[in-house]
């Protein structure tokens, strides 16, 4: 499905729905966090932080969205598809924004932050990068394939190799435990980070 362009009305009438026996995501929330998203293209405040409103979706917000399941609903695949092209919408019109309304400095500022939150991680040893679970044989991530990731990342924070969004929005580890893993809900909060920052820097 091609990505929307920003500020243009969600194209609900082109997410396949699933057949009646299906379980697929309910159409009204669907339609109603679409809605909700091509309103924010069009009023948002400028950029990034405690600027915006609450009432504001923000290109953060766009992977913690989950929808009840309903028969005949539209085909989850093609939902998330489109809101990954939704996410960076939102991200570049917030660049936008920030950049009009604050300047270029303040927009480096905002980058900045972000890639020194992910570095005080980065550059931590390997297996050391997160806390382990915190429940005696509770599963985590693999500690070993998060840090192959990791160091993929900061592979592409100094420019020596490519690593798009997609590859950390659709990142999936083996599970494990005790000190061969990692707590999952901090990996999976950082890789948000990481997504936000790569599609901040454009």
Do not use: K
């Amino acid at each position: 499905m091609p990505p929307e362009r920003p500020g243009a009305p969600p194209a609900t009438s082109r997410i396949p729905r699933c057949a009646e026996a299906e379980r697929g995501y309910d159409v009204a929330q669907v339609d109603d966090f679409l809605a909700a998203v091509h309103a924010a293209l069009q009023d948002a405040p400028p950029g990034p932080g405690p600027e915006h409103g609450s009432g504001v979706v923000l290109s953060t917000q766009v992977r913690a969205a989950v929808f009840a399941g309903a028969r005949g609903g539209y085909r989850p695949e093609a939902v998330d598809e489109l809101l990954d092209a939704v996410e960076e919408s939102l991200a570049a019109a917030e660049r936008e924004r920030c950049l009009r309304a604050r300047g270029p400095e303040a927009w480096q500022e905002h980058l900045d932050a972000l890639t020194r939150l992910l570095r005080n991680r980065l550059d931590r040893p390997r297996t050391q990068r997160f806390r382990r679970p915190s429940r005696p044989r509770a599963q985590g991530y693999s500690a070993a394939h998060v840090d192959v990731l990791c160091e993929r990342l900061g592979a592409r924070l100094e420019g020596a190799a490519p690593l798009e969004p997609a590859e950390l929005r659709r990142a999936v580890f083996p599970p494990a435990q005790g000190e061969r893993s990692y707590e999952e809900q901090q990996v999976d909060a950082f890789l948000d980070r990481a997504v936000q920052l790569l599609l901040a820097s454009g």
